[in-house]
């Protein structure tokens, strides 16, 4: 049961160039999107989030895009920084279901100097 | 910046023994969860709790689980009979209100837990 895909398990991307991380979603019921980034060892720690009722939210660095007719995110990294690698992982939840998250596979981001 | 602290960081067990993992949730917090990780897999989700009790939880949530909120601050997960298989890192969330409109779980560092 694969309702959050991260199809993409690792991405190299040069310092100061844009990293782009995707993810795929199939129940419609999502109506509020998360990225997490983890280091090894480390829990999950909230990097940024965005509604259902918005196709954009951008904090710093970091840009999610939603996509609701494709059922798609991504999140943009501009510019990637060697302290941004680490595995970032997509997840969603529907008010319906108690706040539970459901999380895709995540993506092992590599910054390169 | 309040944190979920959860303790042990490792616990190393034998197969049959039960095993009990806890969590401090974030002192202002109403929803708590319980999710693992399987080495190289993705974060499951294995229940979650509301008002001193369960309100959702998984398939892998079986009978061999169970979580309690003993004390007020506590949060633990108890695993009655360790299987092989239940060797992963156990991570516990917390959250305010599911109708302030942000879903936003902190996560602790998670608790790994190795069953020989």
């Known amino acids: 049961d694969q309702q959050v895909k991260q199809n993409s398990p690792s991405l190299s991307v040069q310092e100061g160039r844009i990293s782009i991380l995707n993810c795929d979603y199939t129940n419609s019921m999502f109506d509020y999107f998360l990225w997490y980034k983890k280091y090894p060892a480390e829990g999950p720690t909230f990097l940024i989030s965005?509604?259902?009722?918005?196709d954009k939210n951008e904090d710093g660095r970091f840009t999610v895009f939603l996509n609701k007719s494709a059922k798609h995110l991504s999140l943009h990294i501009v510019p990637s920084q060697p302290g941004d690698s680490a595995v970032y992982f997509c997840a969603a939840s529907a008010y319906n279901q108690g706040g539970k998250l459901i999380f895709g596979q995540g993506t092992e981001l590599s910054v390169k100097p | 910046e309040p944190e979920v602290t959860q303790t042990p960081s490792h616990q190393v067990t034998q197969m049959g023994q039960e095993v009990i993992l806890r969590c401090v949730p974030i002192s202002n917090h109403l929803y708590f969860y319980w999710y693992r990780q399987i080495l190289g897999q993705k974060v499951e989700f294995l229940v979650s709790f509301y008002n001193n009790e369960i309100s959702e939880k998984s398939e892998i949530f079986d009978d061999q689980f169970s979580v309690e909120r003993p004390d007020g601050s506590n949060f633990t997960l108890k695993i009655r009979s360790t299987k092989l298989e239940d060797s992963a890192m156990y991570f516990c969330a917390s959250r305010t209100d599911i109708s302030s409109g942000a879903n936003v779980l902190t996560f602790g560092a998670g608790s790994r837990l190795t069953v020989l």
């Open positions: 965005i509604s259902s009722i918005k």
